[in-house]
């Protein structure tokens, strides 16, 4: 039979009910003030006249304010960063915000260490995974495990963590493309690097040159030192936090603790995680949990090639204009 539906009238008569209010009288999130102009861009000539004030536009404006900021108030901005911002061949970028001296510390986890040393030594790296996987071969070059190694024994003291030892290794050695490595270039600009392995997760610990004691020695070393350069966050730093979904963040929340621990109070800075996806503990080891009683957490998703440029490009035009 033919689909009947029993619609009583008085279920129409409620709409009768409805009581309305003029629009006029609505609060509203977004206004034409808030929209992007292009023709500001236009008289402007800068980049961020491009950003309408709302939702991601707004926020990405108040990342650059915020690091511009600690800047004139001689507050430490740091980065922590995945291997990955590396294969995207953005260490030029970073290297010339160490020699502008916007960066008070660099963080990296032990892939950062590789790739850049195979970076300032044939200025190149990132091998095919799936292509050496099934021979045995993946992570089996030579030269990387055995200069790394060979710089944590030589530059090893109670002082010297691995970044420190690396870095001064690759700016002091014959490495041709140290131009480009962020090791060599903090080591030269005096700018702090922590470096923070999980052994068993990089290719140099497949080795028999690895010695695991100096190893975790050297990055037990760094851990300490990042409790330091932490403090410099305190009342307008900003901690970024590029590309690694754990280790980093779970690193970043362990030292910060250990700082406010002991006594150093370190609040009411900003936090930014940028990645391509967003992940629980970025998510809250570094944007909620460090800010949850003052500062501000914010996070941008997007391809480390086009959103670090970008910000970098915002951040110029900000400290050119004073």
């Given at each position: ?158 002082q010297a963590g691995m970044g420190q030892a690396l870095g001064q290794a690759v700016e002091e050695g014959d490495y041709p493309y140290k131009a480009y490595s962020l090791l060599a270039s903090a080591y030269r600009y005096g700018v702090p690097v922590t470096v923070h392995v999980a052994i068993g997760a990089d290719t140099i610990h497949m080795h028999p040159s690895t010695d695991a004691a100096l190893l975790g020695q050297a990055t037990y070393r760094d851990f300490q030192r990042l409790t330091l350069a932490l403090r410099g ?90």
């Open positions: 039979g033919n689909l009947s539906y029993d619609m009583k009238p008085d279920a129409f008569e409620t709409l009768q009910q409805v009581e309305t209010y003029s629009i006029h009288e609505r609060q509203h999130k977004v206004g034409i003030d808030d929209f992007i102009d292009p023709a500001e861009w236009q008289r402007q000539g800068v980049l961020r006249a491009l950003f309408p004030k709302v939702l991601k536009g707004q926020d990405i404006t108040a990342i650059v304010d915020a690091f511009v900021s600690a800047q004139r108030r001689g507050r430490s901005c740091l980065i922590a960063m995945g291997a990955h911002v590396i294969k995207c061949g953005l260490n030029p970028l970073l290297i010339d915000m160490m020699r502008r001296g916007w960066l008070q510390g660099l963080v990296l986890n032990g892939a950062g260490v590789i790739h850049d040393v195979e970076v300032a030594l044939i200025g190149a790296t990132s091998e095919d995974v799936a292509q050496n996987l099934g021979a045995g071969a993946f992570g089996m070059v030579q030269e990387t495990p055995l200069l790394i190694h060979a710089a944590l024994k030589q530059y090893d003291s109670a966050l305190h009342d307008g730093g900003c901690y970024w936090n590029i590309g690694s979904a754990v280790i980093l963040p779970e690193v970043f929340l362990k030292a910060l603790t250990l700082c406010r621990n002991t006594g150093h109070a370190v609040e009411r800075f900003t936090t930014v995680n940028l990645d391509m996806l967003q992940h629980y503990r970025p998510e809250f080891n570094v944007i909620r949990r460090p800010t949850q009683d003052g500062g501000r957490g914010y996070s941008l998703t997007g391809h480390h090639e086009i959103m670090l440029p970008l910000l970098y490009a915002l951040m110029l035009e900000a400290m050119d204009q004073g």
